[in-house]
T-cell receptor, first 114, second 113 residues
Framework: DTGVSQNPRHKITKRGQNVTFRCDPISEHNRLYWYRQTLGQGPEFLTYFQNEAQLEKSRLLSDRFSAERPKGSFSTLEIQRTEQGDSAMYLC????????????FGQGTRLTVV | DAKTTQPTSMDCAEGRAANLPCNHSTISGNEYVYWYRQIHSQGPQYIIHGLKNNETNEMASLIITEDRKSSTLILPHATLRDTAVYYCIVSDRTTSGTYKYIFGTGTRLKVLA
């Protein structure tokens, strides 16, 4: 399967712990997006990379959140000092360049903070 | 805020066509309309997108009105596996000059046996 891959699929952590998620985009896709989705809501944009450059961050991305894409391939999303409000599905998507290129989503990482 | 409005929910009989409407009255001339669907606990699945011409692929057809202020996604022969939340999205231009999706709450389609 050459789709977008996210790991882990599920993560349970205690409040205050740090967590890191990984996203492997479709190869040759230079754009990579992170979204967050809470129950009953549509996904919310968090951040966007073009190759290794992080070009946009949402106001939702507090200083406890950091995302990287060090070599323009895979990406990581780290949450420090997790809070119960961080419990959500974290989705990664990738696309080719071009203004209208459709994005393909991974299956997401479901985070539960207890 | 999302640039689209959709009905909250719809039902469709299995084997019949499902027609999902979407309003996007503020769409700009170079903005595309995208449709995704999301089955419970999975990531959104791309269905189709278009600019102004009607589009068809193996999954669905997209009909965009001439003024581009609304569109309809058509699933020609709905099956139980088409039960999902369907999102209509008009991409939003980012500060860096590219586009991102702003999702609304979508339409929850239930296909009935």
């Amino acid at each position: 399967d050459t789709g977008v891959s996210q790991n882990p699929r599920h993560k349970i952590t205690k409040r205050g712990q740090n967590v890191t998620f990984r996203c492997d985009p479709i190869s040759e896709h230079n754009r990579l997006y992170w979204y967050r989705q809470t129950l009953g809501q549509g996904p919310e944009f968090l951040t966007y990379f073009q190759n290794e450059a992080q070009l946009e961050k949402s106001r939702l991305l507090s200083d406890r959140f950091s995302a990287e894409r060090p070599k323009g391939s895979f990406s990581t999303l780290e949450i420090q000092r997790t809070e119960q409000g961080d419990s959500a599905m974290y989705l990664c998507a990738s696309s080719l360049g071009g203004a209208n290129a459709e994005a393909f989503f991974g299956q997401g990482t479901r985070l539960t903070v207890v | 805020d999302a640039k689209t409005t959709q009905p909250t929910s719809m039902d469709c009989a299995e084997g019949r066509a499902a027609n999902l409407p979407c309003n996007h009255s503020t769409i700009s001339g170079n903005e595309y309309v995208y449709w995704y669907r999301q089955i419970h606990s999975q990531g959104p699945q791309y269905i189709i997108h278009g600019l102004k011409n009607n589009e068809t692929n193996e999954m669905a057809s997209l009909i965009i009105t001439e003024d581009r202020k609304s569109s309809t996604l058509i699933l020609p022969h709905a099956t139980l596996r088409d039960t999902a939340v369907y999102y209509c999205i008009v991409s939003d231009r980012t500060t860096s000059g590219t586009y991102k999706y702003i999702f609304g709450t979508g339409t929850r389609l239930k296909v009935l046996a």
